[in-house]
């Protein structure tokens, strides 16, 4: 039987498209492998001629030749996997400029590599980035769950094909399968690196590190490469939408770009089947437990951002005497204090937003598995919510 569609929260954008998508007759839709591109723009795209170049023909016909190749294709149009033929852009260009109807030409792109760079640079002004990433718990009608539950859905991914819940053994096989294919097709066959090994090392690293301050030394050391290499395989991983480098906060912004950042894993599931941990119980009863759930926080605000097409500046504050707030998202002109915390938090738990606050800042949030009632009451500056109940609205 055909699995069930779960409705994108990008599809109401796409169908009726919001007001900022009306000026680009060119919209590209990037994200990870795997998490719905192909299927979202093809539900919604109605009549509309599709070109897979993940089809080696395809693709071969499309660097061959890409002015005929394109000389036969008029709008609408959905082009999947552009990074593919990249040679197709400047066409392109000269087709949209023809047809500058509304999304007249819909692009898909795995990676944020040079490639995309091309398409932002010859398609400036005429294009759209949106970004699709995994399903996030409002997409799966996740509205609260035991903290045992939690963490089992935690473990069965954002991937779509993981939607249903498979069985641990299942599961394991299509992760070790989508981390051979973003190695063998993306890493190497794009990319060029040759250092498969220790490649698949340092992701191992890399997710036992997850909610953590890089240490670029450390974790070169453990991979066995040199910090150069950690710095450029990180900037890799973040641009193929499998990590996000979170910075420091601080007033002055230049500073904000010297300070090491904090790693997250925008997939939980991904990260801890990377990670070795394959029973949800004792990863969430275990010392990690809370850099866990922290990361699949993280991944939710990030989920909840962009599949309404919302930007947003997300940083840490910590001070050198160990003060700190997980989570300072800055959006539509306010900044929103989070804080994660497994069980139910104390006040003498938080710290005082006094120092740093300013009239932009709205009440903090501490998402917590414990439960919406606090033991005691929390001071004014926070209140404690469910996953469910975090919002980025004022």
């Known amino acids: 039987m055909p699995k069930q569609w779960v409705r994108r929260t990008l599809e109401n954008l796409l169908t009726a498209p919001a007001p900022a998508l009306r000026l680009f007759p060119v919209w590209l839709l990037l994200g990870p492998r795997q998490v719905g591109k192909s299927s979202l723009l093809k539900r919604c795209a109605g009549v509309r ?47 949209a400029d023809r047809d500058p109807g509304p999304g007249a030409i819909w692009l898909t792109g795995s990676q944020n590599f040079s490639v995309m760079e091309g398409v932002k640079e010859t398609l400036a002004g005429r294009v759209a980035i949106i970004n699709l990433f995994g399903l996030s718990d409002e997409e799966k009608k996740i509205l609260s769950d035991s903290p045992v539950a939690y963490f089992k859905r935690m473990m069965q991914t954002t991937f779509p094909k993981l939607s249903e819940p498979a069985s641990p053994d299942a599961r394991e096989l299509y992760l070790s399968s989508y981390v051979q294919t973003y190695i063998e097709r993306d890493v190497r066959e794009l990319l060029r690196i040759e250092k498969r090994r220790e490649f698949e090392i340092f992701l191992k690293m890399c997710a036992l590190r997850t909610a953590q301050v890089v240490n670029y030394d450390d974790l070169a050391r453990d991979a066995g490469i040199s910090s150069v290499t950690a710095k450029s395989w990180l900037s890799l991983l973040e641009d ?35 990670a070795g941990w394959r029973d949800p119980e004792a990863l969430r009863l275990g010392p990690l437990g809370g850099a866990a759930f922290e990361t699949h926080v993280f991944g939710e605000i990030i989920r909840g951002l962009r599949h309404r097409l919302q930007d947003a500046d997300i940083h840490f504050w910590r001070t050198r005497d160990g003060q700190e707030i997980d989570f300072l998202v800055e959006t539509a002109g306010r900044c929103f204090p989070i804080e994660v915390k497994m069980g139910r938090p104390k006040p003498r738990d938080l710290v005082s ?38 919002t980025l609205r004022p």
């Open 353 to 390: 937003l006094a120092p740093i606050r300013n009239p932009n800042w709205e009440q903090g949030q501490v998402v917590s598995l414990g439960g919406e009632a606090a033991p005691e009451p929390l001071t004014e500056e926070w209140r404690i919510v469910s996953p469910a109940g975090l």
């Open 49 to 95: 001629r599709f070109v897979d170049l993940d089809n080696l023909d395809v693709r071969a016909r499309a660097n061959q030749d890409p002015e005929l190749f394109m000389r036969g294709l008029k709008p609408p149009l959905l082009i999947d996997e552009i990074q593919y033929a990249p040679q197709l852009l400047s066409p392109i260009k000269r087709l």
């Open 240 to 274: 193929s939408f499998l990590i996000k480098l979170v910075s420091p906060y601080h007033t002055n912004r230049t500073k904000r770009l010297i300070k090491s950042p904090k790693l997250y894993f925008l997939d939980m599931g991904l990260c801890a089947h990377l």
